[in-house]
């Protein structure tokens, strides 16, 4: 079992930046990927960074050259570093890890606001 607690997010306005940051706890040396996901309302969750365990990571078009992801091993967390964020930015993060067989676990999610 693999468990996610999310930290970061809030109110900020548009061009500024946030950290969010997620903490993974329980079977931890069998994640293969972790990846952070927003959904707006009325939208449908969609994937936004993620980081495989080879440190390879992957960005929605949308938040290139913008967001970045980051894995720190020892701590066991990975992180989404926000730049000149956009009001579209705005939405509820949740951190995701697969983990042995395909496994999946979500964080409880955190709100970001940006305001125009």
């Known amino acids: 079992q693999v468990q996610l607690v999310e930290s970061g997010g809030g109110l900020v306005q548009a061009g500024g930046s946030l950290r969010l940051s997620c903490a993974a706890s329980g079977s931890i040396f069998s994640i293969i990927v972790m990846g952070w996901y927003r959904q707006a309302p009325g939208k449908q969750r969609e994937l936004v960074a993620s980081?495989?365990?080879?440190?390879?990571?992957n960005y929605a078009d949308s938040v290139k050259g913008r967001f970045t992801i980051s894995r720190d091993i020892a701590k066991n967390t990975v992180d989404l570093q926000m730049n000149s964020l956009k009001p579209e930015d705005t939405a509820v993060y949740y951190c995701?890890?697969?983990?042995?067989?395909?496994?999946?676990?979500w964080g409880q999610g955190t709100q970001v606001t940006v305001s125009s």
């Open positions: 995701n890890a697969v983990y042995e067989l395909g496994r999946s676990v």
């Open positions: 980081i495989i365990s080879g440190g390879s990571s």
